[in-house]
């Protein structure tokens, strides 16, 4: 049975696939030691008792060799002894950690001591004494912090994964998001959206200026400029201040309207929201705001909740723990440097919006989503725009393909699905908050939208779609 073996902070948790909870390094060494002698291979395992000392200085070649173990049950290696280095309080951090586990899990087991950031310059005798054959570190860390860290990696001299948020040279495997990816989908997005204006903020940060590359080329592969607002003297304690700042709200107001802006992640995009709230302007109707990151609480905070692109760290966890595999088995990575693409941007109010040239019809669009909580009828919709009903069903036909009836609708349903998906509410109180008049009629009418009923959809996981 596979096993994951795990020691925390240099306490052992579970030292052995085979020694069992709580066996200790040494009761581990000695069941490991039986079942090789019953198996014929007790010269393979006598490589474990030579020096310390010899064994490091041999380097990486002799960790190879001691993995390769003949006449083992489980395809003739011994369990690979790694570190890995995560800060597992933070969010992204434990997404990375579950895609490592993910791969650990699915392929052979590993020997796995857990640390955080800290320890990465911990005593480096202290680590030699693990006799590690590899290395995993997670790493946000820049500057004479990055470079402490990587002089400690380096100085251990084993092989080494770095899953970073930007290419940082360091020399070792970097599995790093595909920024450029990320830019151009979110260029997709807004022109899928009918957006013929757009603008770029974010800081002046390596992964801000490849996002902003993916975003500008994408547009202009279409034949579209980008504005681009980029804060060079970027500080953390600065950031928060940024929506009272001067240069953002002068920025957002020499921008045509509607605008479609990417912004390099969540927390800059919602400064873009406040400061154009703060200008009188309507999101997503004038300015239409796509962030990066997809921190779910921060993104549904905002009102109206953020428009974001997911990165795939789980994908980029289990990546870098299969090309430590490879390199700890004598396999050599075809590319340094691993991209790996986003998930699918999740859409939310801060972009969900058509254009639409006519100013009758988009101030009918407008009403009809600020007043998706309630009933609502074609008439009261006729009352505020004060244009014909002929016109208004041309108007919606012409532009989205359907009736401004089924546009209500549409919309109401949006409303049940975001309260399907975020809460536990009962259904009666959901279709009550979503502007149906009755829970019936709201079973009904969103069936026919979505093709399932709104308790199925909610048990499915929003996959019926």
């Known amino acids: 049975m596979k096993c994951l073996a795990v020691r925390w902070d240099w306490c052992c948790w579970g030292a052995s696939a085979r020694g069992g909870r709580g066996a200790g390094n040494r009761g581990a060494y000695e069941n490991c030691r039986r079942q090789s002698a019953a198996n014929g291979t007790a010269d393979s395992w006598a490589l474990l008792t030579s020096s310390r000392t010899d064994r490091y200085d041999a380097g990486v070649k002799t960790r190879r060799k001691l993995l390769r173990r003949p006449g083992s049950k489980r395809g003739g290696t011994q369990n690979p002894r790694v570190a890995i280095y995560v800060a597992d309080e933070n969010c992204r951090e434990n997404q990375i950690f579950h895609g490592i586990v993910d791969y650990v899990n699915a392929h052979n087991p590993w020997t796995v001591y857990l640390h955080g950031q800290s320890d990465l310059w911990a005593d480096l005798d202290t680590v030699r004494k693990l006799r590690l054959d590899g290395i995993l570190t997670a790493s946000t860390a820049r500057g004479r912090v990055w470079k402490r860290q990587l002089n400690f990696i380096r100085a251990v001299r084993v092989p080494t994964v770095a899953i970073l948020a930007e290419p940082m040279d360091s020399g070792l495997i970097e599995v790093i998001p595909d920024d450029i990816a990320v830019g151009k989908l979110a260029a997709e997005h807004l022109l899928d959206k009918g957006f013929r204006h757009f603008g770029y903020y974010g800081g002046d940060m390596p992964y801000a200026r490849i996002r902003r590359d993916g975003f500008v080329a994408a547009l202009q592969e279409k034949g579209h400029e980008c504005s681009v607002h980029l804060r060079k003297d970027f500080r953390w304690g600065q950031l928060f201040r940024e929506w ?23 927390m800059w995009a919602r400064h873009v929201v406040y400061a154009g709230q703060r200008l009188g302007l309507h999101i997503p109707e004038d300015v239409a705001v796509v962030g990066v990151d997809n ?15 997911p990165l795939d760290l789980r994908k980029q966890g289990t990546m870098a723990a299969e090309l430590l595999d490879r390199i700890m088995h004598g396999r050599k990575p075809a590319d340094r440097t691993v991209k790996v693409p986003p998930l699918p941007l999740v859409v939310r109010h801060s972009s969900d919006f058509l254009v639409v040239d006519d100013a009758d019809i988009s101030g009918a669009v407008r009403y009809i989503r600020e007043n998706a909580f309630r009933p609502l009828t074609v008439d009261e919709v006729l009352d505020h725009t004060l244009i014909s009903r002929r016109k208004l069903e041309m108007g919606f036909q012409r ?8 546009e209500i609708w549409r919309v109401h349903v949006e409303r049940a699905k975001q309260l399907l998906r975020e809460t536990t509410m009962k259904m009666e109180r959901i279709s009550e908050l979503s502007g149906f008049v009755s829970r019936n009629h709201f079973s009904r009418i969103f069936h026919r939208e979505v093709g399932v009923t709104p308790r199925d959809w909610r048990d499915g996981l929003y996959l019926a779609e």
């Open 295 to 309: 921190r779910e609480a921060l993104c549904r905070i905002i009102n109206p909740k953020l428009s974001s692109i």
């Open 244 to 266: 009272e700042a001067d240069s953002l709200g002068q920025w957002l107001s020499t921008l045509p309207h509607p605008t479609g802006i990417m912004a390099c992640s969540d």
């Open 399 to 406: 532009n989205f393909g359907r009736s401004p009836q089924r």
